[in-house]
């Protein structure tokens, strides 16, 4: 999360602002078709480039064929290479995400992502019922982030599948862009409750 807030900020009018980002709801099923395709395309490659080794040494014997035996290994091995490398580029591409722009202010939270297609929504912070907090995994074994539900009286349940910063050093909800919602909606109750 990149955040610009100052401190004297909660003195005055708090404000603060960033950029966040949400995993691609696709990830998932693109990722398998990737991987998928590669192991197709391995095996692929693999019968022709070794049915043409074959044909080598039909025709020429074991001198012409030990040569281009060689050769076709060369060729597979580094052809697999930069498959691999295509590959992960296209899947650390995918994993990235989504980028969010968050605004708040003392009434509001603001979000925006021209990527995901989603307009600039604002949540009131006296219409949110419950922020909840899911850890998210990919495929089940590495942690990315939360899914984190907003659930509000006017707009329903709002979802966000958050990622975390690779250098963020702390991976707690606290760290999300949404403990502002938290933080503010818990000053309302609290306001409320000795009839601020």
Same mark, same amino acid.
């Given at each position: 999360? +990149? ?17 966040? #980002? %949400? ?21 692929? $490659? ?8 074959? $044909? ?31 590959? %992960? %580029? ?5 994993? #990235?995400?989504?980028?969010? +722009? ?39 074994? $590495? ?18 599948? +958050? ?34």
């Amino acid at each position: 999360m +990149y955040e610009t807030r100052s401190p004297v900020d909660d003195r005055f009018d708090f404000s603060a602002k960033g950029i966040f #980002y %949400c995993s691609r709801s696709t990830e998932r099923t693109i990722i398998i078709v990737l991987i998928v395709s590669a192991v197709i395309i391995a095996v692929l $490659w693999y019968n022709v480039l070794f049915d043409q080794l074959r $044909w080598y040494f039909d025709k020429g014997g074991t001198a012409v064929g030990v040569d281009t035996a060689r050769t076709i290994g060369y060729v597979y091995v580094f052809s697999m290479v930069f498959l691999i490398v295509v590959i %992960c %580029c296209i899947i650390r591409f995918i994993l #990235y995400g989504n980028k969010y +722009y968050y605004s708040a202010d003392s009434k509001h939270f603001s979000f925006r992502s021209e990527k995901a297609h989603i307009p600039k929504t604002d949540i009131f912070y006296d219409d949110v019922i419950t922020v909840r907090y899911d850890e998210m995994y990919l495929f089940g074994i $590495w942690f990315r982030g939360y899914t984190v539900t907003v659930t509000t009286r006017s707009l329903g349940a709002i979802r966000f599948d +958050y990622l975390f910063n690779k250098s963020s050093p702390d991976k707690t909800p606290r760290c999300t862009p949404f403990s502002i919602i938290e933080e503010r909606v818990a000053m309302i109750t609290e306001n409320e409750a000795f009839g601020r």
